[in-house]
């Protein structure tokens, strides 16, 4: 089946840790998005990339990286300087990063750092 | 992109449409009306986008005024398998601009049996 896939669905990590989220698509899409959600918030752009070793920084970038080496997947590192990493992030894809192609989204991975 | 305003619930009983409104008086001229919504503790679903006409697909129609400075989505027969956030965004929509998405807090639409 194509679509999205993010692992895992849930997440533990120690405070201090870098942590890497999975984003594998096989729609081939040039684009690819990652999203964070806060309870009871909408979804804030950390990063998009539009093509292969391309990408931009989003609203809120900070704490965060990312790489595009492949067109089918975009890993989102967590890095121990996100001063609020827990919360629920979604990776998305569309076929182009410009114009209004509409996005697919993952399952989401939630994680949770203490 | 415009700013959207959505009241944050509504109800509606199954089997009955579900209409939900969207206010984005300061829309500009090339933006486009896109909706999405999304189940609890899973990614969000593109519905439907327009610009000016109204538009139906399988899953809601899109009603925008003529003014464009509000919309409606309308779920037809509603089901307990609507009950979701929906998101009312609106964008710019050609070829160069950024494919951003931004996500306001949405409607909460509780489909009761």
């Known amino acids: 089946d194509g679509g999205i896939t993010q692992s895992p669905k849930y997440l533990f990590r120690k405070e201090g840790q870098n942590v890497t989220l999975s984003c594998e698509q096989n729609?081939?899409?040039?684009?690819m998005y990652w999203y964070r959600q806060d309870p009871g918030q909408g979804l804030r752009l950390i990063y998009y990339s539009q093509i292969v070793n391309d990408f931009q920084k989003g609203d809120i970038a900070e704490g965060y990286s990312v790489s595009r080496e492949k067109k089918e997947s975009f890993p989102l590192t967590v890095t121990s300087a996100q001063k609020n990493p827990t919360a629920f992030y979604l990776c998305?894809?569309?076929?182009?990063?410009?114009?209004?192609?509409?996005?697919?989204f993952g399952p989401g991975t939630r994680l949770t750092v203490t | 992109d415009a700013k959207t305003t959505q009241p944050p619930s509504m109800d509606c009983a199954e089997g009955r449409a579900a209409n939900l409104p969207c206010n984005h008086s300061?829309?500009?001229?090339?933006?486009?009306v896109y909706w999405y919504r999304q189940i609890h503790s899973q990614g969000p679903q593109y519905i439907i986008h327009?610009?000016?006409n109204n538009e139906t697909n399988e899953m809601a129609s899109l009603i925008i005024t003529e003014d464009r400075k509000s919309s409606t989505l309308i779920l037809p027969h509603a089901t307990l398998r609507d009950t979701a956030v929906y998101y009312c965004i609106v964008r710019v929509n050609y070829g160069g601009a950024t494919n951003k998405l931004i996500f306001g807090t949405g409607t909460l639409l509780a489909v009761q049996p």
């Open positions: 300061t829309i500009s001229g090339n933006e486009y």
């Open positions: 729609l081939n899409h040039d684009a």
């Open positions: 998305a894809s569309s076929i182009s990063g410009t114009g209004g192609n509409e996005q697919y």
């Open positions: 327009g610009l000016k």
